[in-house]
């Protein structure tokens, strides 16, 4: 049941035109690589500038968090707001397992849009895996869409309103709030991202201008990922359809 539950999730997420649509934006920031390393003298910036900014404005402020929010709040949201979720919560399968299924789906299909797209620009960019740069955004977007997919599925669970809420949370939240409040970041997905990039980097700091230590990064992701899925499983739980705001 839980394969069957896996394959279905997977089938409607990546569905024709929302998968290619989302591979097109995937692919931005390797369109941007192409003409950095076609077009410039790689002086001003470098490579080993340029390709931590690029991947950390386009890859980490953008494209993974889009992605991962609408996978996310599709993969059970979607059969909430539509009526079929019905059936499923009613089949023979705890309500524990439906979530990190779709949980797992979710993230699964976030990492395999997004990750191949990063390498490929990291790559491209430094013509190499300069200072572990590739590696370390690699495993930034893998830790990235776990955390982001955990709270954005319980998020759909709660409203129907996850979308706006997604969005408000990467583009205002993340993207203006932590700037200003340095406390914040430790409620920003980007930074514990960032964090873990310059954990496994050996580039010089002000390259991945982290502000999070790496250690500090990954405690935060896990405590944030564990209270989505437990938050996620009590209201699953308890939920009854209809009842969401």
Aim: some cysteine.
């Amino acid at each position: 049941m839980t394969r069957t539950l896996a394959l279905l999730t997977a089938r409607q997420l990546l569905g024709r035109r929302r998968g290619l649509l989302l591979v097109l934006l995937a692919l931005i920031p390797l369109l941007v690589a192409l003409i950095y390393r076609l077009g410039s003298d790689h002086v001003d910036p470098t490579p080993l500038e340029f390709a931590p900014d690029l991947l950390s404005a386009l890859v980490l402020a953008a494209v993974l968090p889009l992605t991962a929010l609408i996978f996310g709040t599709g993969a059970l949201g979607a059969e909430i707001e539509d009526g079929t979720a019905v059936y499923l919560l009613t089949k023979p399968i705890s309500r524990r397992r439906i979530l990190l299924v779709k949980i797992a789906v979710a993230s699964l299909a976030t990492i395999a849009v997004v990750l191949p797209a990063t390498v490929l620009t990291s790559v491209t960019i430094l013509a190499g895996d300069s200072h572990a740069i590739t590696a370390a955004f690699a495993l930034a977007v893998v830790v990235g869409a776990v955390v982001y997919c955990s709270v954005f599925v319980t998020l759909s669970v709660r409203t129907s309103r996850a979308l706006l809420i997604g969005l408000a949370y990467v583009f205002v939240w993340e993207a203006t709030v932590t700037s200003f409040f340095e406390g914040t970041r430790w409620v920003s997905v980007r930074e514990y991202m960032l964090g873990l990039a310059d954990l496994v980097s050996t580039a010089p700091r002000f390259a991945l201008d982290a502000e999070l230590g790496g250690v500090a990064a990954l405690v935060a992701a896990i405590v944030l990922t564990t209270l989505a899925v437990l938050t996620g499983i009590r209201l699953l739980e308890r939920f009854e359809i209809g009842q969401r705001l």
